[in-house]
């Protein structure tokens, strides 16, 4: 079935570092794929998200492009801030605009930002 | 944009008990909500799909007796937890989907959990 690899946590860097946090994806079929982000205490939410190949979703200086060819969904940001310490998830909806269609999670990737 | 609510946010309650958790989309209609369970430090697993006036359809491994959904309103999904034990204590996590509006079926809104400790 449909599964999401990210890359184990935690990460801690320092601020103003350079971050990357990999992902990648198998489905059979055409996924939509998103970063999630969970602060502290805090619900899910949606920080961005790609539809088709190539697309790059973008906010909050996060990026991540959708790579069919190697089936990735890496997600960058050139400078870290504290107030980016949270649990970041990469996910898919596995079956593109179809109403049966479900979000996969990953396990999620635990980022701290030093000071 | 699309708010989902959900209450408690936290509880708290004794090993036998049954303990309601509700789901609200605030500005939209819901024709599907989504129940999720997170186990601390862990990935989100989807419990169950509830489409508005329907039954719910569990996914494998997840008791339908003891994680009862009803979904009777276009904005309001209730999960049920019943005869509680610690080993339910969990974070708990609804999110909405609105087909209705012109919506994209792959995208939820997701509500801030409910935290339940079962003592």
């Known amino acids: 079935g449909d599964s999401v690899t990210q890359m184990e946590g935690p990460v801690t860097l320092s601020e103003e570092a350079c971050l990357t946090i990999?992902?990648?994806?198998?489905?059979?079929?055409?996924?939509?794929l998103f970063w999630y982000v969970q602060y502290p205490g805090e619900g899910l939410q949606l920080l961005l998200k790609a539809t088709k190949a190539d697309d790059k979703g973008s906010n909050k200086g996060f990026e991540a492009t959708y790579r069919k060819e190697t089936t990735s969904f890496h997600l960058e940001k050139g400078s870290v801030q504290v107030s980016d310490s949270a649990v970041y998830f990469c996910?898919?909806?596995?079956?593109?605009?179809?109403?049966?269609?479900?979000?996969?999670f990953g396990s999620g990737t635990r980022l701290s930002i030093r000071p | 944009g699309a708010v989902v609510s959900q209450h408690p946010s936290r509880v708290i309650c004794k090993s036998g008990t049954s303990v309601k958790i509700e789901c609200r989309s605030l500005?939209?209609?819901?024709?599907?909500m989504f129940w999720y369970r997170q186990f601390p430090k862990k990935s989100l697993m989807l419990m169950a799909t509830s489409n508005e006036g329907s039954k719910a359809t569990y996914e494998q491994g997840v008791e339908k007796d003891k994680f009862l959904i009803n979904h009777a309103s276009l904005t309001l999904s209730t999960l049920t937890v019943t005869s509680a034990h610690p080993e339910d204590s969990s974070f708990y996590i609804c999110?909405?989907?609105?087909?209705?509006?012109?919506?994209?079926?792959?995208?939820?809104?997701f509500g801030p959990g409910t935290r339940l400790t079962v003592l």
């Open positions: 990999n992902c990648t994806y198998t489905a059979t079929g055409y996924p939509s």
């Open positions: 999110s909405a989907r609105d087909l209705i509006s012109g919506g994209r079926a792959d995208t939820q809104y």
């Open positions: 996910a898919l909806s596995d079956r593109g605009y179809s109403s049966a269609s479900k979000i996969i």
């Open positions: 500005d939209f209609q819901a024709t599907t």
